[in-house]
């Protein structure tokens, strides 16, 4: 398992990487995950985030966060490459600035919402969503378990 942070902002925020590293460690392992996946991660701003959201999802707004999965059927892959070679799940962008403005308006710290928004990410590269209530009600609480579980871990 790999993660790599690209942070286009402040400094401040490279810790972000042990954080979401100790996050995506926390996730695969309660999920079972036994593919050994790299995810890229990067921090970025406004700007970025509406020109992604904007070019691959057609819509032109500021969002807060948006992952791109690379695998959806991995199983030649894994003939080819085995388990010692990460594959790469995807790609997950985070808009900071959005972030706090978030965890602003609904009273979570800053970096309750940055981590959050990485899990959901995660949770969307291996294979979650939300689009119906059904979906919600399975990849809804598991964020949570997931944030829960990092907490008392790493108290």
Do not use: W
Not at 114 to 129: A, E, N, R
Request: hydrophobic letters at 40%.
């Amino acid at each position: 398992m790999e993660l790599c942070l690209q942070n286009d902002l402040e400094p401040a925020y490279d810790g972000l990487e042990e954080t979401y590293r100790g996050l995506m460690e926390v996730a695969f392992r309660l999920l079972e995950v036994k593919n050994n996946y790299e995810v890229d991660v990067s921090l970025v701003d406004e700007k970025t985030i509406q020109n992604i959201n904007r070019e691959y999802r057609h819509i032109d707004r500021v969002t807060d966060v948006i992952s791109f999965a690379f695998e959806d059927d991995d199983s030649a892959l894994s003939t080819i490459l085995g388990d010692e070679v990460p594959r790469m799940l995807g790609e997950i962008f985070v808009c900071v600035p959005r972030a706090l403005e978030q965890a602003k308006e609904i009273g979570n710290s800053p970096e309750r919402e940055l981590c959050f928004l990485f899990v959901h990410g995660l949770l969307h590269l291996l294979g979650y969503d939300h689009m119906t209530k059904e979906d919600e009600d399975v990849m809804f609480p598991l964020q949570e378990r997931i944030l829960l579980a990092y907490k008392e871990e790493h108290a």
